[in-house]
C-alpha cells in the first residue's frame, strides 16, 4: 500500500497521488510493450533489458532521442492526446534504424502544469502504440508534474530509444557509387517537423480545425495535421536482411537539402525527379496558403518522403519487393550522380 501523500505539495499544486493514478492508469498499455529482454516491471528506479546478443559478432548500442515539438500545440486545441507518443516514438526509432539497430527499448519523459491521470495515460497509450509498432520494449519514464511553469492545461513530451546493431553490419554512406538508386519510403503527411511554420500559415488558433476540405480530400485540417508519424523500424530491417543498404536517411526538419546529403559521400549527389514524388495534399495546400517558396518547401518538409534508401541498381527491383511486402509504397525517387553531396532538384 503506497502511503506518499503531502498536503502541503498538493497545496502548491503537485498532486502526488494524481501520478500514482496515472501509473496504474498507463500499465495495462506497457504490458502490450513487453519483449523478451524486459526484466521487471516498471517502477523502479531503472528500467532494466536484457538484450539477445545472438548472431551478432561486434555489438553496438546505437542511442537516439527527440520530442514532438510544437504539434502538441494541435493536440491541446482539438483535445486529442492518443497520437503524439506516436510521433515521439517515431522521431527516435526511425532515427536508429538508419544504422541498421533494432530498437531494444523507449522511455518516455512527460512534463505538464497539471497532472490529469486520464490525459496522461491516452498521451502513454501513444507511446506504447509506437513501441508495438517499433518492436521496442516501454520500460519506463518520468512523469512531471511543474504547475507555474506549464500552463495546466499544456505538457510537453520527449523521450529515447536505444537500438543494438552489428558493428560488421553498418550501412556505410562511402560504398554508394554513381548510378545507385534513391528509394523513397513515402510519409504519412507532414510526421512532427515544421508545425511553428504550419501553426503560423494555418492561424490554427483561429480556425476551424474540424471542417472537411476538399483540398484535403475530405480530412479536416486538424485531422490531417495530427496524422501521427510513420515508423519504418520493421519494413527498413527487413530490407538489411535481404539487401547490401548502403545508407538510410530519414527526412526531418530540414528537409532534403539537409537530411539526404547526410547520406551521401561528398563526391556523389542525390538528382531527385520532383514530379516522380508522391505528395500528400497538405503539402501543396501549405505552400499556397503560406505563399512558401519551392525551395523552402523542400527545406522544411518532407514533402511525403519520410525516408530515403541507398541501394545498387541492380538490387533496386528487390529492395522494392520487399518493402511493398511490409506495408510500404516504396518507389525510386532518384539516382546518385557525381556531385558535391548535395541535392538536385529536376
Not at 45 to 52: A, K, T, V
Not at 144 to 171: H, K, Q, S, T, W
Not at 314 to 343: M, T
Amino acid at each position: 500500500m503506497n502511503q506518499s501523500k503531502s498536503d502541503s505539495y498538493a497545496a502548491a499544486g503537485v498532486d502526488i497521488t494524481a501520478g500514482y493514478r496515472a501509473v496504474e492508469l498507463m500499465k495495462r498499455h506497457i504490458g502490450r510493450t513487453v519483449t523478451p529482454g524486459v526484466v521487471g516491471d516498471v517502477g523502479g528506479f531503472g528500467g532494466l533489458f536484457c538484450p539477445d546478443l545472438t548472431g551478432i559478432r561486434s555489438p553496438v548500442l546505437v542511442s537516439g532521442t527527440d520530442g514532438v515539438g510544437t504539434k502538441l500545440k494541435l493536440a491541446f486545441l482539438l483535445d486529442r492526446h492518443d497520437t503524439v507518443g506516436i510521433d515521439c516514438v517515431a522521431m527516435c526509432v526511425n532515427d536508429i534504424v538508419c544504422c541498421g539497430a533494432r530498437p531494444l527499448f523507449f522511455l518516455d519523459y512527460i512534463a505538464c502544469g497539471k497532472n490529469l491521470p486520464e490525459r496522461i495515460e491516452r498521451i502513454v497509450a501513444g507511446v506504447a502504440e509506437g513501441c508495438v509498432q517499433a518492436g521496442a520494449a516501454l520500460i519506463g519514464g518520468e512523469t512531471a508534474e511543474m504547475p507555474g511553469f506549464y500552463p495546466e492545461d499544456e505538457y510537453d513530451l520527449a523521450g529515447f530509444a536505444v537500438g543494438l546493431a552489428d558493428r560488421e553490419r553498418l550501412p556505410d554512406k562511402q560504398r554508394a557509387c554513381e548510378g545507385d538508386v534513391l528509394i523513397a519510403l513515402p510519409s504519412s503527411g507532414l510526421h512532427s517537423n515544421g508545425f511553428s511554420l504550419v501553426r503560423r500559415v494555418f492561424d490554427v488558433e483561429h480556425r476551424d480545425l474540424t471542417k472537411p476540405l476538399d483540398e484535403l480530400e475530405g480530412r479536416s485540417l486538424g485531422e490531417t495535421l495530427l496524422t501521427p508519424t510513420a515508423i519504418y523500424v520493421k519494413p527498413v530491417l527487413a530490407l538489411f536482411e535481404a539487401v547490401e543498404v548502403k545508407s538510410v536517411c530519414h527526412i526531418t526538419g530540414g528537409g532534403f537539402f539537409e537530411n539526404i546529403p547526410r547520406g551521401l559521400p561528398s563526391t556523389l549527389a542525390a538528382k531527385i525527379d520532383k514530379a516522380g514524388l508522391v505528395t500528400p495534399p497538405i503539402f501543396p495546400l501549405l505552400q499556397k496558403e503560406g505563399n512558401i517558396p519551392e525551395r523552402d518547401m523542400f527545406n522544411t518538409f518532407n514533402m511525403g518522403v519520410g525516408m530515403t534508401v541507398v541501394v545498387a541498381r541492380q538490387q533496386a527491383d528487390r529492395a522494392l519487393e520487399i518493402l511493398r511486402a511490409q506495408g510500404v509504397a516504396a518507389y525510386v525517387a532518384g539516382e546518385l550522380v557525381k556531385g558535391d553531396g548535395g541535392v538536385i532538384l529536376c
